[in-house]
């Protein structure tokens, strides 16, 4: 009897952790999953498992789905036998609180003896407002990369945790890092047979060029949110390739995706929530899309193709195709409008989530700005973490909370 995977998306209660979940659930009812298919590709909250709401939805949903593939001649009936032994768990997560992540890490441990896929979704941005008088300088001389990758939100500085650390560092790297290294056993665990995965969630908008080596928790800078995604893309591409040295019967693997551009409740602080600019910034992200960027998933469930398909695609797949060797004119450009080459194989690759102009989803590749150069910079980052962690893991222990 083979063994029935366990996945944990973190911040799945809303925005594109909850599109993640709904699109694997619709995926899983298939006997042979659209995403798990290798792809052409081109080179261009904090409640873990989401909220008791959005668990009962995704079931609701999920109900419906199936009750309409049911009503298809060819059914074959694979998705009922996946529903009977689906179970979707709700914990508690605050990724701003290593005791939460600790005690989070403690009951799945008690309650599973392994996982097979961690997806490090959730995350925050300490967005303040917007800086129109470069908004519109950007709009008009650029109008693709501003609404791809705006350069004109104004970003709180200075913020710091309960635990003492920069707060946007440890609610987008720093907790799913200790959250990796503390369910590191049950990733290991051979119980499930094939390498388990690791998932980590960065963005278009993830960039070296704001980040100081030195301000490594980002308290200091006035782009936090773009140099932390910077480090994910650092670290998840280096523990990938240390895991790929690794002569181990069984590895955990690391990816990196990124959900394109979407509109998401992250943003709350810029522009209400369907309120008017809200609305006006998706019309203009259709036109975008409509004028050739690849990049604007704008819901969910496109934004969370890249993730699902790094869920169920077969390995051996990721390895042959991360690498292609022809030139594509699509989407390598930050605008998603420009010729560019594949990356050399030398040059990691993030999987992104990308749509041609009607809005069919598809898995798109770009490369890790300036690895060569800040390869070093994420090894002393990922040294920094390490020690960080096993700080506050000792601590832990010598207070008596972990025996």
Not at 259 to 280: E, Q
């Amino acid at each position: 009897m083979s063994t029935w995977p366990v996945i944990i998306v973190t911040g799945a209660n809303a925005g594109v952790g909850f599109g993640v979940c709904r699109r694997l659930l619709f995926q899983l009812c298939l006997s042979n999953p659209p995403d798990s298919q290798p792809k052409s590709w081109a080179n261009h909250s904090n409640d873990g498992l989401g909220s008791k709401t959005a668990r009962k939805e995704l079931y609701q949903e999920l109900d419906a789905h199936i009750a309409r593939l049911r009503a298809h001649p060819a059914y074959d009936g694979h998705a009922d036998v996946f529903r009977r032994n689906l179970k979707i768990e709700v914990e508690r997560l605050d990724l701003a609180e290593l005791p939460s992540v600790f005690a989070f890490a403690a009951q799945v441990s008690n309650r599973y003896p392994h996982i097979s896929h961690l997806i490090c979704n959730a995350g925050v941005a300490s967005f303040k407002h917007i800086d129109w008088p470069a908004c519109l300088k950007q709009v008009a001389t650029n109008f693709l990369s501003a609404i791809t990758g705006p350069e004109f939100y104004v970003q709180s500085v200075g913020e710091v945790s309960v635990d003492g650390l920069g707060w946007i560092w440890q609610s987008n790297l720093f907790g799913h890092y200790v959250l990796f290294r503390a369910l590191e056993p049950l990733l290991k665990n051979s119980a499930y047979s094939a390498d388990s995965r690791i998932i980590w969630s960065s963005s278009l908008e993830a960039s070296p060029k704001f980040y100081d080596n030195e301000d490594w928790q980002l308290i200091k800078t006035e782009h936090s949110y773009e140099s932390v995604k910077y480090q994910v893309d650092l670290i998840g591409t280096i523990l990938d390739r240390r895991a790929l040295a690794d002569t181990s019967a069984k590895r955990v693997r690391h990816f990196v995706s990124h959900p394109g551009v979407c509109s998401t409740k992250i943003s709350n602080n810029l522009v209400a929530h369907g309120g008017i600019l809200d609305n006006l910034k998706i019309l203009l992200f259709y036109f975008g899309r409509m004028l050739g960027s690849r990049h604007h998933s704008i819901f969910p469930d496109n934004a969370a193709i890249a993730t699902t398909h790094l869920i169920l695609v077969s390995l051996s797949f990721i390895t042959f195709a991360a690498f292609p060797k022809k030139k594509t004119a699509t989407n390598g450009s930050a605008n998603g409008n420009g010729a560019a080459s594949h990356p050399d194989p030398q040059t990691p690759v993030r999987f992104g989530a990308e749509t041609d102009r009607w809005g069919h989803a598809e898995v798109g590749l770009t490369p890790v700005k300036k690895w060569k150069e800040n390869e070093v910079q994420g090894e002393l980052l990922l040294e920094r973490c390490d020690a960080l962690y096993r700080e506050f893991s000792d601590k832990r222990r010598a207070s008596g909370i972990d025996s």
